[in-house]
């Protein structure tokens, strides 16, 4: 089995990287791979897609490697592919991101991604930190993770989904704010697993282990 991380100059993956060699080895979870060559990820068990900074950014480098987004799609939609976005990676997903300018998203969840509008004005954007998972939704890949498991967030803008199906679980940051979404073989999580300890451990090893 291979699982490969989606490299598109969009951050440091070194994190990322160890947390999933970690629970491969752990629970068998087969290779880990980091790479952004369109071959390698079309023969991929897995796909990860990490993402930091800003959403027209990410989804411009993702379009500068070629065939490389084909690969994931081709993978993802056509022969359902177990599919994990991270941060930007999860933001991504949506129809359309509206950070700094309107930009088309992958389209495999019906939404868009706008900036966090907390009801405190106390409240600081960037949503930076540790916060309080709610689970909306049973999914295998959240299995053992509970309402009140800790996650760790950095971000500024979050995906609101048009299904609440969709929806697995969100935090509280002056309001509702997403922190997880799927659908068939896809899920996103806008907080970053590899940063989050038990829960985000526990949430990488299911992913390594789903038998969509």
């Known amino acids: 089995m291979l699982t490969v991380l989606v490299d598109y100059d969009s951050g440091n993956l070194h994190s990322a990287e160890k947390a999933f060699e970690r629970m491969a080895r752990e629970v068998d979870g087969g290779e880990i791979c980091v790479t952004s060559d369109p071959d390698l990820v079309a023969r991929a068990d897995r796909i990860v897609l990490p993402g930091d900074g800003a959403f027209p950014a990410c989804r411009a480098g993702l379009e500068g490697f070629a065939g490389l987004f084909e690969a994931i799609e081709e993978a993802v939609t056509a022969r359902a592919r177990p599919f994990l976005g991270i941060c930007v990676g999860m933001q991504l997903m949506a129809t359309t991101g509206r950070e700094y300018e309107d930009t088309p998203g992958f389209g495999w969840i019906d939404g868009e991604v706008v900036k966090i509008t907390p009801s405190d ?20 890949v ?55 300890q038990a829960a985000g451990l526990r949430m990488i090893a299911n992913f390594l282990t789903w038998r969509p």
Not at 154 to 163: G, K, N
Request: glycine share 10%.
């Open 142 to 196: 959240l299995e053992g993770v509970a309402t009140g498991d800790h996650a760790y967030f950095v971000h500024s803008y979050h995906m609101q989904v048009t299904d609440p199906a969709t929806l697995l679980a969100h935090c509280d940051y002056g309001g509702p704010v997403t922190a997880v979404v799927g659908r068939d073989t896809m899920v996103g999580a806008q907080f970053h697993p590899e940063k989050s």
């Open 121 to 140: 004005p106390a409240l600081k954007v960037p949503h930076m930190g540790w916060n309080d998972l709610v689970i909306d939704r049973p999914h295998p």
